[in-house]
């Protein structure tokens, strides 16, 4: 999607290793979040930026972490990667006057 | 806690038909909704939206209805395409940093 991407698009991952996915936006938007889709389920939110260094936790925060050192970048990690963990996740963007945009997402499979 | 939910999981209707998907929600505060489309391996693409303070919007072949008298949202798609085929997912918005919360989704089919 323009002004977002995701990288990698597809991780292959141990049970045990730790993992960083990273959403990068050129719109200089406020607002950063990370979902997590899951068969049966629609996104569920993990954690979200509402500025430089400012992070809270969402739903389902438990396992992961995140940083936003600039405001183009927001990297959620993996501590200790478990089969739960295997899904696809999305970022999306927000300045709330131009609503919300999605990245293409990643796919995670921790084996 | 409270959450957005969908009635139905899968809908199949006839090209040209009109598709009605349904969404309840239960949060009370919410002041603002929106409808995404998801095809296979993409993220969510925003179709409508609409505030509390409205009813009804309507877009290019599609309607969202608001009853907040029992928290229900609708999306209408007018002529069902075979493009339109994809999960369609409500969403509401809230908290201070204007969280989404999904629904569970449906998956539209529409048959030749």
């Known amino acids: 999607d323009a002004g977002i991407t995701q990288s990698p698009r597809h991780k292959v991952t141990e049970t045990g290793t730790p993992v960083t996915l990273r959403c990068h936006q050129t719109?200089?938007?406020?607002?950063m979040y990370w979902y997590r889709q899951d068969p049966g389920h629609g996104l569920r939110l993990i954690h979200y930026?509402?500025?430089?260094?400012?992070?809270d936790k969402g739903e389902v925060s438990d396992g992961y972490s995140v940083s936003r050192s600039k405001t183009e970048d927001f990297l959620l990690t993996l501590e200790s990667a478990t089969s739960s963990q295997t899904s696809v996740y999305f970022c999306a963007i927000s300045s709330l006057s131009y609503g919300y945009t999605f990245g293409s997402g990643t796919r995670l499979t921790v084996v | 806690g409270e959450s957005v939910g969908l009635h139905l999981p899968t809908l199949s209707v006839q090209e040209g038909d009109n598709s009605i998907i349904n969404c309840a929600y239960s949060n009370s505060a919410s002041d603002y909704f929106i409808w995404y489309k998801q095809e296979s391996g993409k993220g969510p693409q925003f179709i409508i939206d609409i505030r509390s303070n409205m009813d009804k919007r309507q877009g290019q072949r599609v309607t969202v209805l608001l009853n907040k008298t029992v928290k229900h949202l609708s999306l209408q798609i007018a002529a069902t395409q075979p493009g339109d085929s994809a999960v369609y997912f409500c969403a509401d918005v809230s908290g201070s940093a204007r969280q989404l919360t999904f629904g569970s989704g449906t998956q539209l089919t529409v048959l030749p």
């Open positions: 719109e200089n938007h406020r607002y």
């Open positions: 930026s509402y500025g430089v260094k400012d992070t």
